[in-house]
C-alpha cells in the first residue's frame, strides 16, 4: 500500500560513498559551548553612562553594554537600591531610572533663577505735559 520506495541503484551507492568518506575526513568540532558566563560591566562606567543622560531604561543600558535585558534591569534595581539612581516610572514591565543628581537639580535651578532675578517695583507712570 504506502511507504516509501525502494532507493535506485545510484541512490544507493552514493549513501555508501558518504559513508566510507566520513571516517576519513574529520570535520573540526562545533565551538564549545559556555554556560552562564555573564560579563557585567563595570557599575561605575554604567554610573557614568547614566549620568550624562537624562533617563535610563534596560533597554538602553543592553543595547550600550550588549548584555541580556533581564541583566540590565537587575544591575539598574541593584544600582537604585544603593541610591545612585531614583525610579521615575515603572511597572513589572518597564521601569525608567533617573540619575539621583538630576532629580534634585531643576528644584534648586529654579529657585535660584527666582531669587536672582530683580522684582520691578517700578510703576510706569504717564508724563503729564
Known amino acids: 500500500m504506502g511507504g516509501p520506495k525502494k532507493p535506485t541503484l ?17 570535520k573540526e568540532s562545533a565551538p564549545q559551548k559556555y554556560i552562564g558566563s555573564i560579563a557585567l560591566p563595570d557599575e561605575r562606567d554604567v554610573v557614568n553612562y547614566i549620568k550624562s543622560m537624562k533617563y535610563a531604561t534596560p533597554y538602553l543600558i543592553s543595547e550600550k553594554y550588549g548584555i541580556r535585558l533581564s541583566v540590565a534591569k537587575n544591575l539598574l534595581n541593584s ?8 525610579p521615575i516610572v515603572g511597572d513589572n514591565r518597564l521601569r525608567i531610572f533617573a540619575p ?8 534648586k535651578t529654579l529657585e535660584v533663577v527666582k531669587k536672582s532675578e530683580p522684582t520691578e517695583t517700578k510703576s510706569k507712570s504717564k508724563k503729564k505735559k
Open 100 to 107: 539621583a543628581h538630576a532629580i534634585a537639580e531643576p528644584v
Open 10 to 26: 545510484s541512490q544507493i551507492e552514493k549513501k555508501q560513498r558518504k559513508t566510507q568518506q566520513k571516517p576519513s575526513e574529520k
Open 79 to 86: 544600582l537604585a537600591s544603593k541610591g545612585l539612581l531614583v
